[in-house]
């Protein structure tokens, strides 16, 4: 199989990869919910945490990142296979980018899938480690400041794009970094129009990850206690029913009781009760 032949058959597979949407099947798997039916309908990372919690929507983000960054490895294997520094960056933003058109058109999920943040986070992560990286904590950090996702997705799209092209200035690689930051931005700009109109308005939804993560521990705490509760008063009544002599014999001491009290007593003589009446 030749490189490019090979590169072909990554491209496809990278489209199928991204369209497997891990917010529908986790939400389906887990909380047995089609997360599009619930919060903003959308089947991403955002409404995975705002519906079903911190957990669920975390493993959604690590899931889309590492399904962009395998999309990308495939496209990098025949310029690797093949010592060709050309073949393997652009082979890998190509597949990148395929992925993330898979992932925000699924043809699993008639074409209604997610916006395409995470997975395209993990197509710059393989394309440049460092930058990737940075980025990708700095727009976390964004997101804990202003509470808004779509801000922090655009931001950091648009960032990791001029740092991207600032770093390989000299490269003659330079034009296809330009038009995957561009292509990438652009693919993000456009799955977030409705955000964007939103913020315009003033009416865009925020995300407290702080308050989302306190919740989740709260109520973390708060099952660990009710089930220590519940362990200790089954042990209580365990031990108050083994000290019971009389529910051990499986008999009834109030029966004998009666019994014996009847026994003792003697009948009441006619003569004294007549004297008394």
């Known amino acids: 199989m030749t490189p490019y032949l090979w590169l072909g058959v ?32 959308n089947a991403g990372t955002t409404n995975m945490l705002r519906t079903f919690g911190p957990v669920l929507g975390t493993m959604t983000f690590f899931a889309d990142v590492l399904k962009g960054s395998l999309a990308t490895f495939l496209g990098m294997l025949p310029g690797l296979l093949t010592g060709d520094e050309s ?65 922090a997705s655009i931001t950091g799209t648009f960032v990791y794009g001029m740092a991207l092209v600032l770093v390989h200035m000299n490269d003659s690689l330079l034009p296809y ?11 993000v700009l456009f799955s977030h129009r409705e955000n964007i109109r939103r913020l315009a308005a003033g009416v865009e939804k925020k995300t407290d990850l702080v308050r989302i993560f306190s919740e989740k521990k709260e109520n973390f705490q708060q099952k660990r206690a009710e089930k220590k509760e519940t362990k200790r008063a089954e042990k209580e009544t365990g031990a108050a029913v083994s000290s019971d002599p ?7 001491s109030e029966p004998a009781s009666v019994t014996h009290a009847s026994s003792d007593e003697t009948p009441s003589d006619p003569a004294s009760s007549a004297s008394d009446s």
Request: hydrophobic share 50%; with cysteine; aromatic share 14%.
């Open 10 to 41: 990554a491209a496809v597979a990278s489209y199928f990869i991204g369209a497997f949407n891990a917010a529908i099947n986790i939400s389906n798997h887990y909380a047995k919910k089609d997360i599009r039916n619930y919060g903003s309908g």
């Open 87 to 151: 073949l393997r960056i652009v082979g890998g933003m190509l597949c990148g980018l395929i992925a993330v058109v898979g992932h925000n058109w699924p043809v699993y999920y008639r074409f209604r899938g997610g916006k395409g943040v995470a997975c395209t986070a993990g197509t710059f992560i393989v394309i440049d480690p460092l930058i990737g990286i940075i980025v990708l904590v700095a727009a976390i950090g964004c997101i804990f400041l202003c509470q808004y996702v779509s801000v």
């Open 177 to 187: 970094y330009l038009i995957y930051a561009v292509i990438a931005w652009l693919m």
């Open 246 to 252: 009389a529910s051990s014999d499986g008999r009834s």
